[in-house]
């Protein structure tokens, strides 16, 4: 059986014995993750979504498409996607407004060898994940950030 899971969560910053926010060894923010059911989040908070895909079938999963929801109260960050190769991972996400919710469009192009982000984010209402393989036996996590308006 092939089967997918979706969990949300509040990053609360990872405090140093000094008081300022601790960092990991290239010198990015450490965050804890809380289960968005045990979190307060008001304007401005960031929310992360982890999409769980599991092959539990005899064969190899093949052209995956993912989808899932974003809420008119949520503005999707595109540059937070990752998972399996992130960057192909980016390069094949789609985007849906309300107007058009079956017509999905690339979320970035190729521009003169360069991805440039073609999605408006104000009117984003839904996204498409693609994964192009997945082995038996095999997991996929792709995780993704919004924030509260």
């Known amino acids: 059986m092939l089967s997918v899971a979706m969990a949300g969560f509040t990053l609360l910053p990872v405090m140093a014995d000094d008081g300022t926010q601790a960092r990991d060894e290239a010198g990015q923010p450490l965050f804890q993750r809380r289960p968005l059911a045990d979190s307060v989040v008001t304007p401005g908070d960031a929310i992360l979504y982890v999409i769980r895909v599991e092959n539990s079938t005899a064969a190899p999963a093949n052209n995956l498409q993912i989808g899932a929801q974003v809420a008119p109260e ?3 960050d595109p540059y937070s996607v990752a998972g399996p190769d992130a960057q192909a991972l980016r390069m094949a996400l789609e985007w849906a407004d309300a107007e058009t919710p079956d017509q999905f469009r690339p979320v970035f192009v190729l521009v003169d060898g360069q991805p440039q982000m073609q999605a408006d984010l104000a009117t984003l209402r839904a996204l498409r994940f693609h994964l192009p393989f997945l082995p038996v036996g095999g ?11």
Do not use: N
């Not at 997991?139 to 308006?149: F, K, N, Q």
């Open 74 to 76: 949520l503005l999707f």
């Open 139 to 149: 997991m996929a996590e792709i995780e993704y950030t919004v924030t509260l308006r």
